[in-house]
């Protein structure tokens, strides 16, 4: 079992996000909205509210998805690089999806219990072995680099 960081993700960062999802989800954009994060050593699970395909249409749903440090050593290219020198990958068959009703159901401690039990399952997938095995303070580092690259931009 890993020990999930839940420090980017609070009960106020919660409730932000299931007041949106009861009064406003229409207005929420094409691209998604940002809520927070989970961190697990140098993998860490973003939680956005996203238009995603359902039946004939599109819905709201509550999706978290995992980024970990772009493997310098593979052949394949990153998934992005927001910072320059940390590029990052995802695993998209590792993303956790609960639908708007669902997630408007829940409390807070029992979204966590319950994400908390799916992330160490997808966990238990190799490409989260070498991100696992250590941490490197690569999500913390990157998000200093961005703060400053912003900084620079808004000066």
Request: with cysteine.
């Amino acid at each position: 079992m890993y020990e999930l960081d839940w420090q980017h993700f609070s009960a106020t960062d919660f409730a932000d996000l299931q007041t949106r999802l009861r009064e406003a989800w229409q207005e929420i954009l094409p691209g998604g909205e940002y809520y927070g994060q989970i961190r697990i050593c140098d993998v860490c699970y973003d939680i956005q509210a996203e238009w995603l395909a359902r039946g004939q249409g599109e819905d709201i749903f509550v999706t978290m998805s995992p980024f970990f440090p772009h493997d310098l050593a593979s052949a394949e290219e990153p998934y992005q690089e927001m910072v320059e020198g940390m590029p990052f990958d995802t695993a998209d068959d590792a993303s956790i999806v609960y639908a708007r009703e669902d997630f408007l159901a829940l409390s807070y401690l029992r979204f966590c219990d319950d994400a908390t039990q799916k992330i160490q399952q997808m966990l238990q997938k190799a490409v989260f072995a070498k991100a696992l095995a250590q941490n490197t303070d690569f999500w913390e580092r990157h998000d200093e680099k961005l703060r400053q690259k912003r900084g620079r931009l808004n000066e």
